[in-house]
């Protein structure tokens, strides 16, 4: 009760201070320049924006204020996008379409796809995000940003009743970022099966950008076929040219910021302008900032102080005879000792009433923060309990030599590492958490990964998880080094690998396009060094491991280009007595198992799968999924395959690696990637198996081009509906411990 009271105290006297402070705090005014029209409706149109002749900077600031409304609406230049509010912050609200694609029961389909591009402005990363709605739905967001990017999300349910309000997470709806920098988006939408699973309850998909706040889920959005008509609010960020702060300084002429302003660099190429601290209005007008009277506004004098108004400042001053410090905070204004008698006694009462109050003040905001910190130790105790430090502790004692190694780090060392998860720490995103670059206090670099989600029932499988993982020694593995308990959700510490992914490596995905591709031999060695680390994993370790989402981007080269097989959040171990595990199906779509997505039953065999998938990505070069190739190769394996069966194999081989010398190696390769992606998983071989064979391959002498034709398996392949093949098992029970729940990773890449 007592706790109570001090905390209603503190935040009654915290929100008198805060109120008093917002209501004699004037906000920033927007004006318009001189003779030009101000507002369009209920939207001020403050300058460089304007509505024609000199009332705007440059045609891209240009405001059509368009009088056949009532009220009046402003749009963008002379296009049909409708301007909602301009701030001179550099942040510009419109409204903006979706796409959407429907179906009937006869399979009839009306559709629209939406695109918008600007040339000064870009999209706000932070404040947009990208939407897609349907039970049979998969949708991509492109354009450019500096150079082309793509995105998407899949969103599917089987069941309207699945679908649950405000859950956004990929059953009924989906929703990922927009990436930074980006002046341009276009949003298509594909269906798996023209919806016939889920008519008539959902016939339409739709896709969208806009503000994270403007929109929420809801179950009736599922049914509904207003959005075809429905524009959503999207937030812009605007800057004045093409050059920063420095530059743009020695054009006199033409330099956008005026009196008592400051020019601040744009994260782009351009600048901003704001007014000086104790100023406001408009910083790109002639005196359009103007002084702020602190005096009239803040009230920032003692009562017996006398307040003195100056450009940006102000000053508080005591009268003629008195001495001390006038400012509101202060000591007071004061007679001095020789005049001690002649002070007035209700002087007095006001002085020690206000001490007084200030130093009750203090004191109950230390209580509350003493209150306050002791909360915070007993949560993360609570924490550190909830996800198995008890036990974990209790693991390491029983297991002699692990103490030195397992390091469990305390939530502060790993917050100071990331500089509190700062985003320019993020190495990578993806379906299973985010992984932040760390430096420890001994100036070692880290990799720490942070998981999206935790489940607190299966504390005992993931602490045995973590301890079979620090067992595992393989120089093709990245090491665990390291965890943390203490938080929601676990960290865990792995080591730095210092050259990016085997994806960046291969697709050139990266600033530097025109870097040197792989060379076959490199190519080779990397996939014997990742099929080594598998076979390990399988067949070595005291507890065998599926990774279960082996891909290029799961490949982690080092300085020497050495392969590392990374991210086992998705990783499964199986018990000695066990061959075959059911499990949530997981993985990335592309690389997944065919006969795992049917039986939701995961062995090792669905590695071996996905190593295929890889293998075939460095024989040909080429992406595992491109929606922009042909309907027949557009999913890399099935082509790759098909192909080798009408003995077109050199046709799909990288013609950056084919010559003449390795022709007969390659078409080794090849067989073997064929038979790792045989439907039938009993039909695979096994990893250790494929690295021998590898390491036969690496050894395998080079022969000159040979007429002869790839002698190959007769492989069993479906090549049949991707729909059924693809999504049938998605629903799958889930019985043991499973580390991430239902997941499939979602990766769109552009055409070569």
């Not at 593995?477 to 965890?483: A, I, Q, T, Y």
């Not at 598998?534 to 370790?541: C, P, R």
């Not at 395959?641 to 003995?647: A, F, Y």
Request: aromatic share 10%; hydrophobic share 35%.
């Amino acid at each position: 009760m007592c706790l109570t009271r001090f905390r209603s105290v503190v935040l009654v006297l915290l929100l008198n201070v805060i109120l008093t402070a917002n209501a004699s705090t004037p906000g920033a005014t927007s004006q318009a320049k001189p003779g030009c029209q101000s507002r369009c409706g209920d939207t001020i149109i403050p300058y460089p924006f304007g509505t024609g002749g000199d009332c705007n900077i440059t045609e891209e600031f240009f405001i059509t204020c368009n009088t056949s409304f009532t009220p009046n609406k402003p749009f963008l230049t002379n296009s049909n996008i409708q301007v909602l509010n301009i701030s001179v912050d550099g942040q510009l609200r419109i409204l903006s379409d979706g796409s959407y694609d429907c179906y009937d029961t006869s399979g009839k389909r009306d559709w629209y796809y939406y695109w918008i591009r600007f040339s000064e402005f870009s999209i706000n990363n932070t404040k947009n995000r990208f939407t897609a709605i349907g039970c049979d739905t998969y949708a991509l967001v492109e354009g450019f940003q500096g150079q082309r990017y793509s995105t998407g999300c899949l969103s599917l349910c089987s069941n309207i009743t699945d679908v649950s309000n405000g859950s956004c997470s990929g059953i009924g709806c989906c929703q990922t970022s927009i990436p930074k920098g980006v002046r341009s988006y276009s949003i298509t939408l594909q269906s798996y099966d023209n919806h016939s699973a889920v008519l008539p309850e959902n016939p339409c998909s739709y896709a969208f950008v806009a503000e994270n706040d403007n929109y929420t889920f809801s179950t009736s959005d599922i049914r509904g076929s207003d959005f075809q008509d429905r524009k959503f609010p999207v937030t812009l960020d605007w800057k004045i040219g093409n050059t920063g702060c420095n530059e743009a300084k020695m054009d006199t002429l033409n330099f956008g910021c005026k009196e008592n302003s400051d020019c601040v660099d744009s994260e782009s190429s351009g600048y901003i302008c704001k007014c000086f601290e104790g100023y406001q209005g408009n910083p790109y007008l002639s005196n359009g900032c103007q002084d702020i009277d602190e005096c009239e506004t803040l009230s920032p004098c003692n009562v017996t102080a006398r307040c003195t108004n100056l450009p940006g400042t102000y000053n508080c001053s005591c009268p003629v005879g008195y001495e001390g410090d006038g400012t509101k905070n202060g000591t007071g204004c004061s007679l001095p000792n020789k005049d001690q008698s002649k002070r007035f006694p209700l002087i007095d009462v006001a002085l020690g009433t206000i001490i007084g109050l200030l130093g009750l003040l203090l004191g109950i905001v230390l209580l509350y923060w003493m209150l306050w910190r002791k909360q915070v130790l007993k949560l993360r105790e609570e924490y550190f309990q909830q996800n198995g430090g008890i036990l974990l502790r209790e693991q390491l004692s029983r297991r002699q030599g692990y103490r030195e190694d397992v390091k469990v780090f305390a939530a502060e060392e790993l917050e100071k590492a990331t500089n509190n998860y700062h985003e320019s720490r993020i190495l990578g995103q993806g379906g299973q958490g985010t992984v932040y670059k760390g430096i420890l206090g001994d100036n070692r670099v880290v990799a720490i990964k942070k998981s999206i989600i935790g489940d607190p029932s299966q504390v005992e499988q993931f602490i045995n998880e973590i301890m079979v993982l620090y067992q595992i020694n393989h120089r093709n593995v990245v090491k665990l080094l390291g965890c943390c308990l203490e938080t929601q959700v676990p960290l865990l510490v792995y080591e730095y690998i210092t050259n990016g992914t085997l994806f960046h490596h291969l697709h050139n995905d990266g600033d530097d396009n025109d870097a040197p591709s792989l060379p076959w031999e490199a190519r080779l060695r990397i996939a014997t060094e990742t099929a080594e680390a598998l076979s390990y994993l399988h067949s070595a370790a005291s507890v065998p491991v599926i990774h279960r989402d082996i891909k290029l981007a799961n490949i982690l080269l080092d300085d020497n280009y050495i392969a590392k097989v990374s991210d086992f959040g998705a990783s499964r171990l199986i018990p000695s007595d066990e061959a075959q595990i059911t499990t949530m199906v997981q993985g990335t779509f592309g690389y997944l198992d065919p006969e795992y997505m049917v039986t939701s039953l995961l062995t090792e065999k669905s590695d071996v799968y996905s190593f295929g998938v890889v293998l075939i990505e460095l024989l040909t070069g080429q992406k595992v999924v491109c929606f922009k190739r042909s309907e027949e190769q557009r999913v890399l394996a099935m082509y790759f395959v098909s192909s080798m069966k009408e003995d077109r194999l050199l046709e799909v081989l990288d013609p950056r690696v084919l010559n003449d010398e390795n022709v007969e190696q390659l078409k080794e390769v090849a067989g073997l990637a064929r038979r790792c992606v045989r439907v039938k998983g009993e039909d695979r071989p096994t990893m250790k198996e494929v690295a021998h064979e590898l390491a036969g391959l690496q050894a395998m002498p080079k022969h000159p081009w040979s007429e002869s034709k790839l002698m190959g398996e007769e492989a069993e392949y479906l090549l049949g509906d991707l729909n059924s093949t693809y999504y049938d098992g998605a629903t799958s029970s889930s019985m043991g411990y499973d580390s991430i729940n239902n997941k499939i990773t979602f990766e769109l890449d552009r055409a070569r």
